[in-house]
Nanobody, 121 residues
Framework: QVQVVESGGGLVQAGGSLRLSCAASGSIFAINVMGWYRQAPGKQRELVAQITGGGTTNYADSVKGRFTISRDNAKNTLYLQMNSLEPEDTAVYYC???????????????WGKGTLVTVSS
């Protein structure tokens, strides 16, 4: 089995910064794409940012220039540096990882339970 655990959420004032972390552990041969999603109250879950194993990144338009996604492949860890936070960034942030559990095995994606980010105005 694979475990995905997020950390780093909290309460911050508008204009402030937070850094989220996500650690994947368990039966992992390799990790392909890692990503951050968020879900605000009453809204659907949306993609925030993704990063491939080779380091190619993709961001939602709403966070470009403010958020930076990165990963440490040796530690199976994903990060999200969030700067210039806005009240609209308030949401539960979820980590998603696409994992190969063995050579030749199909990929499976796993989700963490989320970490709450609250930005006050």
């Amino acid at each position: 089995q694979v475990q995905v655990v997020e950390s780093g959420g909290g309460l911050v004032q508008a204009g402030g910064s937070l850094r989220l972390s996500c650690a994947a552990s368990g039966s992992i041969f390799a990790i392909n794409v890692m990503g951050w999603y968020r879900q605000a109250p009453g809204k659907q879950r949306e993609l925030v940012a993704q990063i491939t194993g080779g380091g190619t990144t993709n961001y939602a338009d709403s966070v470009k220039g403010r958020f930076t996604i990165s990963r440490d492949n040796a530690k199976n860890t994903l990060y999200l540096q969030m700067n210039s936070l806005e009240p609209e960034d308030t949401a539960v942030y979820y980590c998603n990882v696409v994992v190969y559990r063995a050579v030749g095995a199909p990929p499976n994606d796993y989700w963490g339970k989320g970490t709450l980010v609250t930005v006050s105005s």
